[in-house]
């Protein structure tokens, strides 16, 4: 068990650009969630998937903001045409849905930062 | 919408005394109730969990008690030691996703 694991953990981008984030789950885990994180806050939750669907998107998740979860392992969140209130840590969590509950499991989070 | 409040910080206490982080809920339902840790430089770690009324939930000498009546989850340790420092966030959960309170930065002193 190598835990959650999530690439890059800084990336400095320009506004306007794209970005593309990567998160590893714990490998038998077939819940994968995505949340955001600013500075004095608390994570706020964005989309979460059960193997390959994504079941729920929160409001805050723009259009400017894509996530995929191919063949149900690893997931990908990109957010387009980067704004400066992006800026933020994006943190990658798994569980394994096994009945009742269950508990997430984070990874260290990917810092992005629009200049 | 379901929410959490949580005591600013940061809390300072010197090593060996009594804490208390106050953790408040708002919820439709009957939610889950969470404490995570946050370790400078490390990701969130779940601390301690409680899942219906009067649940009393524990871990490494840290508790904190499942309160319907006052939807309260407070945090609560005897005895802070240094190792203690980081950052606590009270979480609930309805469903599956998780609500996070702000949270409350420790500091403990020798």
């Known amino acids: 068990d190598t835990g959650v694991s999530q690439n890059p953990r800084h990336k400095i981008t320009k506004r306007g650009q794209n970005v593309t984030f990567r998160c590893d789950p714990i490998?038998?885990?077939?819940?994968l969630y995505w949340y955001r994180q600013t500075l004095g806050q608390g994570p706020e939750f964005l989309t979460y998937f059960q193997n390959e669907a994504q079941l729920e998107k929160s409001r805050l998740l723009s259009d400017r903001f894509s996530a995929e979860r191919p063949k149900g392992s690893f997931s990908t969140l990109e957010i387009q045409r980067t704004e400066q209130g992006d800026s933020a840590m994006y943190l990658c969590?798994?569980?394994?849905?096994?009945?009742?509950?269950?508990?997430?499991?984070f990874g260290p989070g990917t810092r992005l930062t629009v200049t | 919408g379901d929410s959490v409040t949580q005591m600013e910080g940061p809390v300072t206490l010197s090593e060996e005394a009594f804490l208390t982080i106050n953790c408040t809920y708002t919820a439709t339902g009957y939610p889950s109730l969470f404490w995570y840790v946050q370790y400078p430089g490390e990701g969130l770690q779940l601390l301690l969990k409680a899942t219906k009324a009067d649940d009393k939930g524990s871990n490494k000498g840290f508790e904190a008690t499942y309160r319907k009546e006052t939807t309260s989850f407070h945090l609560e340790k005897g005895s802070v030691q240094v190792s203690d420092s980081a950052v606590y966030f009270c979480a609930l959960s309805n469903t599956d996703k998780l609500i996070f309170g702000t949270g409350t930065r420790l500091q403990v002193f020798p």
């Open positions: 490998s038998e885990h077939n819940r």
């Open positions: 969590a798994s569980s394994l849905d096994v009945g009742g509950w269950y508990e997430q499991y």
